[in-house]
């Protein structure tokens, strides 16, 4: 795919009203203002005192703050993934998430975090679905604007990512979404538009093409953003996502990253001295340097930062209890046959916990932005012994034959010395430069080896850990990194993987892709485990090792038997780190077959099994009409173990509502079978409308469907009308009585859907949550503001309002409509 050719574009220097409170940027030379365009690191962008400009630090954040080196030692809070937020459809709880990261990210130093994803799970299969809000853009875009909303309130700027339509990790560095107007404008774009009016200061430009131009380059997309909403922040790049400099510079972008400088910083300098970009191009992007260093306060050493909100300021000792309300906040309850849950702990005699995500759940998808949590966080098996055992026996089976490989730091291990830990040692030129105990055996460095150097220097690492395994029998080993990598057992050669190629190292290295090799160990027996790289430098530099037991071959009739003798099953499956990793799609939605035949022959065992789903993505479940209940409770952060048991237990309610459509079939989404062409384009057009839309427009309904959960009450809608309210002649909203007809306090998520003229399907157009004790009722309103009625046209190039009837269902997900009513547009005299 060749680049596109950049026409000559015409750039206004940004007037001094928008530069109130900045110092003038005349104070420095032309190439020192060109110098600021560029990160100075991987994580924090250059000083300049002559304008009282202090570094900014952005760190990777929609996850939770991650260590600005990689290292597993600066730990932070795990929070719930992207789609599990997208679950509580509760703007007030991803606030105060968003809050309790920004609160850390302060204490922390941080003045900028990387999130949320705001692309949409059009598929199900991204390997980054996990990180995700939902497939529909409102629900994303409301969402995402909360996240802004806390964490902008304590003066941490969020940074919105990836605009736009990296809705997909397969060659996402050179692919192209090819998206129609109609669609960009009402879908794809719409989360980010949503995010720029809540305030953004940011926004992270996205890897893949635009209709064949790179997003960081895409004149008319930047145009979009920046002239037409207004945006006056600043744009940067993802991660080494520019290829050269006169394109992205004159699109708009703003900021490169990371740093040190490759196409902008000295090279923009160079082009606007040979004419290719202009000045004020230059000047318009240090100044929005400055207004967002302002408002996080390294500017003119603090004048002027933005106000923060103390109130909502969460300190430590607050945050782990704030995230696990938002865990239990965000599980679905799908299904829930003769009321079976809540359990009811002094009514159990024996509680088996069966499933490989029992005792190793999924806590986060696999990425860059990897969060190491500051403490052990409980596992589904531990926190439902804490809540459970004291009153009745609690049984536990993995019931699959494998466990998945972890990183040699999870396992019994020391340093030859005996210390807890693995060494690992970095040479230089043959001298070794710096040797340090480590906790992980999986690194990663952009541009700077702490203590040690450029990653562009030639070098060699050698980890060095003594393993003594607690099981007997063949273990796999698996080595992978940025250079030329070989393993050794006990001196004995057992893997070897050559350095990747460059073209696609990021993806590699985010793929964390190894070698393995087999050896036969014996139980309490220490054996040295080597793995050498040799490395010819680069931008990045990896390594991995990492460890997988022997299998165990009766794990299924163990777990049948186990299910038989139990009253009641709690079944946790899902996935693990390789089943949702970044630069990785997926294949289908299905569970692997081992866990689907573990959830047959349990279900056969027992009536009573509640399967509870630990997946990052919408997963396939054909099984789920044999089981008696069915939790969806994602990737839900450090909180997770405790979250399920109290929602288990009832002492909490599952208050989550599916963010995400899992049809009956893979073969039902209308993306099924889409994929990249010759030309690494993936085309749109013929799958729009996705998700729910889709099925509702062909009539064809899903297993479990957009926006449905149940929880432990039950509600009554009834007396539902249009009212107008303030802000415009579209603005309005529905009015309905609410009522809680069961025995327990609960919340609801009253959703309204908007079928236009002429259209087959609905779209989301507004939402809100009611919580209302047993037997109490309560007026509620769902807010509808003018952008419900207007549809993106084409020929105008402009919103217009469709004529004719429109319909308005009110309901409780996409499909349990209970009340409809109409409104009519006529055509203009």
Known sequence: MTEPAYPPRTWEATPETGRAGLP???????????????????????????????PVTLVDGP???????????????????????????????????????ASEARRKGFDAVYGPNLNLARTGLSGRTFEMLSEDPLLAGLLGAAFVQGMQGQGVASVPKHLVANDTETERQRMSSEVDDTALREVYLRPFELAVQAGAWALMAAYNRLNGVPCAANADLLDIVKAEWGFDGLVLSDYFALHETPGPALAGCDLEMPGPAI??????????????????????????????????????????RAVVRTEEYVPAERAHEILVRAASASFVLVRNEDSLLPLAPHGLTRLAVI???????????????????????????????????????????????????????ALPVTTPDGEPGVLLEHFRGGTRVLAETRGDSSFIWFGQVPDVGPTTEPGRL?????????????????VGGSGDTVLTVEGRRLAHRPAPAPGDLMGQIARAETVTGTVDLRGGKPVTVVAEMTTEGGRVQALTVSAAP????????????????????????????????????????????????LIRRVACANPRTVVVVNAGRPVDAPWADDVAAVLQTWFAGQGYGEALARVLAGDDEPGGRMPVTVPRTDADRSTHGEAL???????????????????????????????????????????????????????????????????????????????????????????????????????????????TWLRWDTESAGWRTPVGVYQVLIGRSAEDIEHTLTRIVPAPR
């Open 63 to 101: 996850l939770g703050l991650v260590s600005p080196t990689f290292d597993e030692r600066d730990t932070s809070l795990l929070l719930p993934s992207g789609i599990a937020l997208g679950a509580t459809w509760d703007p007030d709880v991803v606030r105060t998430v968003a809050a309790a990261e």
């Open 355 to 409: 499933g490989p995500n029992a005792d190793r759940p999924c806590y986060q998808g696999a990425t860059f932005g990897r969060v190491r949590p500051a403490d052990d966080a409980a596992t589904p098996l531990e926190a439902i012994r804490a809540r459970f055992g004291p009153t009745c026996e609690i049984v536990h089976e993995r019931g699959v034959d494998t466990t998945p490989a972890v990183s040699l730091g």
């Open 550 to 597: 022997p299998r165990t071959p009766d794990a299924l009739e163990r777990a049948v038997r186990t299910a038989e003798e139990a009253d009641t099953v709690v079944l946790v499956v899902g996935d693990e780190l390789r089943s949702s990793r970044e630069s990785r799609d997926l294949e289908d939605s299905s569970l692997p077959a081992e866990q689907r035949e």
């Open 462 to 478: 050698r980890l060095t850990a003594v393993l003594t395994p607690d099981e007997d029998g063949p273990w796999t080993i698996g």
């Open 263 to 304: 196409h902008f910083g000295h090279r923009l300098a160079e082009a606007v001295e040979r004419g290719e970009v202009p000045q004020e191009r230059v000047d318009d992007a240090v100044t929005r340097l400055l207004r967002l260093a302002r408002r996080v306060g390294r500017l003119d050493g603090g004048a002027g």
């Open 24 to 54: 003038s940027i005349g104070a420095v030379d032309p190439a020192a203002r060109a110098r600021l365009t560029a990160g100075a690191s991987g994580w924090a962008t250059l000083a300049e005192p002559r304008l009282g400009l202090e």
């Open 677 to 787: 062409d010759v030309n690494l384009t993936r085309n749109y057009t013929p799958a729009e409308p996705t998700g729910y839309r889709h099925l509702l427009g062909i009539g064809t309904s899903a297993r479990f469907a957009f926006g449905a959960g149940q929880g432990y009450t039950t509600w009554r809608y009834a007396h539902a009308t249009l009212i107008r309210t303030e802000g415009g002649s579209g603005s309005l909203a529905v009015r309905l009585r609410v009522a809680n007809t069961g025995e327990r306090t609960g919340r609801d998520v009253v959703q309204v859907y908007v079928r236009a003229p002429g259209e087959t399907d609905a779209r989301l157009a507004g939402f809100t949550g009611v919580a209302l004790a047993a037997g109490e009722s309560a007026e509620v309103r769902v807010r509808l503001d003018s952008r």
